[in-house]
């Protein structure tokens, strides 16, 4: 970033990309959409790896839990959720069902 570059772009969702989020580790991001998903990319290889989907409502901002296992976001539609990164199934939902 010191050097104001362009070093990686990652290209897959539908429309605005609302919020991004780096795992503790490093080795991943997070970006959330308009398109109602969230999508997980390798950091190195730029590889999309992932995608969470079942939203109502623009994802608005979302994070990876301290140890790095989950993703907990927000959506326009008064939920928040919470997906397994590894298996991708979602693990808890709060809010409208």
């Known amino acids: 970033m010191h050097k104001g570059r362009l070093v990686k772009s990652f290209r897959g969702h539908k429309s605005n990309v609302n919020s991004v989020s780096f795992s503790p580790d490093g080795k991943y991001v997070l970006s959330g959409s ?3 998903t969230i999508k997980l990319w ?4 730029g590889e999309h790896t992932r995608t969470f989907e079942g939203h109502e409502g623009r994802v608005s901002s979302m994070c990876f ?3 790095g296992k989950l993703v907990i976001l927000g959506s326009d539609n008064a939920t928040i959720r919470f ?6 199934e979602l693990y808890e939902n709060f809010g409208r069902t």
């Open 34 to 36: 308009n398109d109602e």
């Open 42 to 45: 390798d950091v190195e290889t």
């Open 65 to 67: 839990s301290p140890d």
């Open 83 to 88: 997906w397994n990164v590894e298996t991708g």
